[in-house]
């Protein structure tokens, strides 16, 4: 099948490639040059593990092409997906410029039947919005369809070339059917395609975020009371987890949930309750605790240190908002090291792979590593904001040999408390 992608960030290009893999003609399309030049040279723009593969493999085979010409996307594309960023605005709702201003371009260039493709996190409702804005200046028949997109960053590929279920929301038969034969080759294992009117598809993705965010947030809760009472929330998740109502999955406590998704669509759900008269109480609790969470290692430094902080070497493992992403949107690290730069620290810093982006951010308000055990060059302590894999195992002879300080605050609970305490450093974590 012929198809266009307009909008070429995280999700953009996942899905480009992914449905070029099972054989469809793919163009790209997005307004930033120096990104689509990047992808016309065979770079891949952003790290996600196995992405690359696929890139080239399509590149290659003439399935997955690039441009910033929106007029060749619609010339191209039977189906044309819109993956464009929907921010957060200043009151927490969900900004739809781009996808409603792509829209109205749609609208004035569309020569033939045409169904457009909502992949974009959006309110309920905003398939109503870019029917009409299309229709202002349309001259063809065409559908909208709302097909929210439930990857996650690290897993994205597998995500999607294998999801759980695929949720279309469409009423039109021709659109629906257009669907169902684009997806197929990806639900072979039986997972299901789940049609559903627009509105029901576009609250299926916020609800899911929205409870998976409240989920984390609920044990965070729990470990914070762990911590009140002397239990450990290593326990309590074990024993919570195994009943399958509650599932093991998204039941580790932390330094709260980040990300460019989460974060925002929690408050634009939230927002939509506002605006739709509803008061979402447990969202605005989940707003308030996940922003005390991605602080709760604050204090338990500062007791440490006994209120005095000017001038400590504070190393800090993980910047990327989680493990096998180089994204920092919204990432606890970045509130961990405002906290301690504003309480006079200095900060050396390691990530695998975001430190060229929080580079980007912070400039030299702090240093940068080239390895995880070049920072603790020195250090008073060492905070270990991201669960990456290499963190896990690490040498705590070698990592003693380096610190001046033998502590550890870990605010993703990585090791067994007797473990480190067995080194002869004092380990304080999350809720244990
Ligand atoms: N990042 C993720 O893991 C997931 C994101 N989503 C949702 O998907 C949507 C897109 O998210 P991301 O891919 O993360 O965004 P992104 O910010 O990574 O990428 C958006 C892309 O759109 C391009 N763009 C902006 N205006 C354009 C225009 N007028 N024409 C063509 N291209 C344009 C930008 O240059 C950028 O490359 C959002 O609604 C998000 O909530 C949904 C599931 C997962
Ligand atoms: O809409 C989106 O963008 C995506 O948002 C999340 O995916 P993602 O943001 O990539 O990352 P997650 O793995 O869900 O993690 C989000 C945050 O929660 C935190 N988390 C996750 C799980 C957990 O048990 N504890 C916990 O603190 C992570 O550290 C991270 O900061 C959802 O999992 C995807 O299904 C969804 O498509």
């Known amino acids: 099948m012929k ?65 910033t010409r929106l007029e060749e996307g619609l010339a191209h594309g039977d189906i044309i997906f819109l993956a464009l960023p929907t921010p957060e605005d200043e009151d927490g709702s969900a900004d739809l ?25 959006v309110p309920v409702g905003t398939s109503d919005k870019v029917k009409a804005a299309i229709a202002k200046h349309a001259t063809v028949d065409f559908d909208v369809v709302s097909n929210p997109e439930f990857l996650r960053e690290g897993f994205a590929v597998d995500d999607f070339l294998k999801p759980e279920r695929i949720v279309i929301g469409a009423r039109s038969e021709r659109a629906i059917a257009l669907m169902e034969k684009l997806y197929k080759p990806y639900v072979r294992s039986g997972n299901p395609i789940i049609i559903m009117d627009e509105k029901s598809a576009e609250l299926t993705k916020y609800a899911s975020n929205a ?41 580790f406590p932390g330094i709260g949930y980040g990300g460019s998704c989460f974060p925002k669509d929690v408050k634009a759900l939230y927002k939509s309750g506002i605006d739709n008269n509803y008061d979402f109480k447990i ?93 603790l060059e020195n250090a008073d302590a060492l905070v270990i904001c991201t669960e990456w894999s290499i963190f896990r195992t690490p040498n705590f002879e070698r990592m003693k040999a380096k610190m001046k300080g033998h502590v550890i605050f870990d605010g993703r609970n990585l090791y067994d408390v007797p473990d480190v305490e067995n080194e002869n450093i004092t380990y304080i974590s999350i809720g244990r």
């Open 97 to 121: 410029q781009y996808i409603l201003g792509v829209a109205d371009n749609i609208g004035k260039s569309i020569k033939d039947y045409k169904v457009i493709v909502d992949k974009s996190t």
């Open 211 to 251: 409870f998976l965010a409240a989920k984390i947030t609920f044990m965070n809760e729990i470990a914070n009371f762990c911590e009140k009472v002397g239990a450990d929330v290593d326990k309590v998740r074990i024993g919570m987890g195994t009943d399958s109502r509650i599932g093991k999955r998204f039941l």
């Open 3 to 67: 198809i266009a992608v307009i909008g070429t960030g995280y999700v953009g290009l996942v899905t480009g490639t992914c449905l070029a893999e099972t054989g469809n003609d793919v163009l790209c399309i997005d307004i930033d040059e120096n990104k689509v030049k990047k992808m016309q040279q065979g770079e891949v723009p952003i790290y996600e593990p196995h992405l690359d593969v696929l890139f080239e493999r399509n590149i290659k085979a003439n399935r997955l092409k690039f441009s």
């Open 283 to 375: 969202l605005d609790a989940v707003l308030e605790v996940n922003k005390k969470q991605k602080v709760v290692l604050i204090p338990k430094i500062e007791n440490y240190f006994k209120g005095d902080l000017k001038g400590k070497n504070i190393a800090v493992w993980g910047l990327a908002f989680k493990p096998e992403t180089d994204d920092i949107r919204e990432a606890p690290a970045l509130d961990v090291i405002e906290s301690l730069l504003n309480l006079g620290c200095n900060i050396t810093a390691f990530d695998p792979e975001a430190m060229e982006n929080v580079q980007r951010k912070l400039g030299d308000k702090i240093t940068y590593a080239d390895g995880m055990y070049d920072a």
